[in-house]
Nanobody, 120 residues
Framework: VQLQASGGGSVQPGGSLRLSCEASGFTFSEYWMYWIRQAPGKEVEWVSAINTAGSTTNIADSVKGRFTISRDNAKNTLYLQMNRLKPDDTALYYC??????????????RGQGTQVTVSS
C-alpha cells in the first residue's frame, strides 16, 4: 500500500496550494479518505474527510471556507485545495484511508506527508 502526498511548499499568507495524494495497493474507491496534519510540537489534527463516492465531505472548523477536499476515483487520487492560507496552517500534511466513515484517528492506511509552510 502506498499513499504518496505531494504539492506542498512555501507560500505567503493568503496564498493557495493544491495537495494531491496518489493511492496504490488497495481499492481506493472503497475507502473513505482523509487529510490530517501535524504542526511542529503539536498533536495530529484532523482536517477533512470524504466518502467513497466523493459526494459527502467534512471539514474542520479551523479550515472551513478555505479548504476543499475532493477525489478522483478513476485516478486513485485525493486532493486538498487550500486557499487563503494562514501561518497557522503550517504543518506536515498527510493523507489517510480507512473503511470506517468519519474516522478521526488511527487510520488503516497513512502515507508520508508533504510539508506546507506559510510565512511572509
Amino acid at each position: 500500500v502506498q499513499l504518496q502526498a505531494s504539492g506542498g511548499g512555501s507560500v505567503q499568507p493568503g496564498g493557495s496550494l493544491r495537495l494531491s495524494c496518489e493511492a496504490s495497493g488497495f481499492t481506493f474507491s472503497e475507502y473513505w479518505m482523509y487529510w490530517i496534519r501535524q504542526a511542529p510540537g503539536k498533536e495530529v489534527e484532523w482536517v477533512s474527510a470524504i466518502n467513497t463516492a466523493g459526494s459527502t465531505t467534512n471539514i474542520a472548523d479551523s479550515v472551513k471556507g478555505r479548504f476543499t477536499i475532493s477525489r478522483d476515483n478513476a485516478k486513485n487520487t485525493l486532493y486538498l485545495q487550500m486557499n487563503r492560507l494562514k501561518p497557522d496552517d503550517t504543518a506536515l500534511y498527510y493523507c489517510a484511508g480507512d473503511r470506517t466513515p468519519f474516522r478521526r484517528a488511527r487510520y488503516q492506511y497513512r502515507g508520508q506527508g508533504t510539508q506546507v509552510t506559510v510565512s511572509s
